[in-house]
Antibody
Framework: QVQLVESGGGVVQPGRSLRLSCTASGFTLSDYSLHWVRQAPGKGLEWVAVLSYDGSNKYYADSVKDRFTISRDSSKKTLYLQMNSLRAEDTAVYYC?????????????WGQGTLVTVSS | EVVMTQSPVTLSVSPGEGATLSCRASQSIRNGLAWYQQKPGQAPRLLIY???ARATGIPARFSGSGSGTEFTLTISSLQSEDFAVYYC??????????FGQGTKVEIK
């Protein structure tokens, strides 16, 4: 069955970088668009970024544009989120999520999340 | 950017009663709306997509309606496992996906 497992979270100082990973199983990465969604402590969900199924398109929320980069390594069945110039307001649980079908736009499968804390 | 506004912020309901949650879009999103349920310490779970279609395995007591700018999630008879936070999300205006701020359904 479809499974998504995030890793790479931790405590990082403001201005530093961190790379999150999302390891997928039960499907082929190149068949589905994959998203990152985050949730600050005690707050709601915020969409962060998407990588289209064919890898040709990447889109970002304004809050992370030019600082975060979404990518994948299909051979490793892994989605990444490279986060640079981190700020305190980037502190959140980061979820990776998969759309339902190749051309779907809603998020049918979610990982359990990984916590990123930006603090000095 | 399409702004999604959910109401109420908190809904107090007794088990067995029904609940109606609202979600309003700042511009028309046709039927490009999903509802998610999130329990403490868990990832969100898809309930409804395309405004009214139930996701796989979702009980029939959950139903969605609406189009354009006004949407509703109805839970016909709340079970203990339904007390959670519910989020709406629009995807019609991709490539910018936006969530509502959430409605917490709590036990009365």
């Amino acid at each position: 069955q479809v499974q998504l497992v995030e890793s790479g979270g931790g405590v990082v100082q403001p201005g530093r970088s961190l790379r999150l990973s999302c390891t997928a199983s039960g499907f082929t990465l190149s068949d589905y668009s994959l998203h990152w969604v985050r949730q600050a402590p005690g707050k709601g969900l915020e969409w962060v970024a998407v990588l289209s199924y064919d890898g040709s398109n990447k889109y970002y929320a304004d809050s992370v544009k030019d600082r975060f980069t979404i990518s994948r390594d299909s051979s490793k069945k892994t989605l990444y989120l490279q986060m640079n110039s981190l700020r305190a307001e980037d502190t959140a649980v980061y979820y990776c999520a998969r759309v339902n079908g190749t051309y779907s736009l809603y998020l049918a499968y979610w990982g359990q999340g990984t916590l990123v804390t930006v603090s000095s | 950017e399409v702004v999604m506004t959910q109401s109420p912020v908190t809904l107090s309901v007794s088990p067995g009663e029904g609940a109606t949650l609202s979600c309003r879009a700042s511009q028309s999103i046709r039927n490009g709306l999903a509802w998610y349920q999130q329990k403490p310490g868990q990832a969100p779970r898809l309930l409804i997509y395309d405004a009214s279609a139930r996701a796989t395995g979702i009980p029939a007591r959950f139903s969605g309606s609406g189009s354009g700018t006004e949407f509703t999630l109805t839970i016909s008879s709340l079970q203990s496992e339904d007390f959670a936070v519910y989020y709406c999300q629009q995807y019609n205006n991709w490539p910018l996906w936006t969530f509502g701020q959430g409605t917490k359904v709590e036990i009365k």
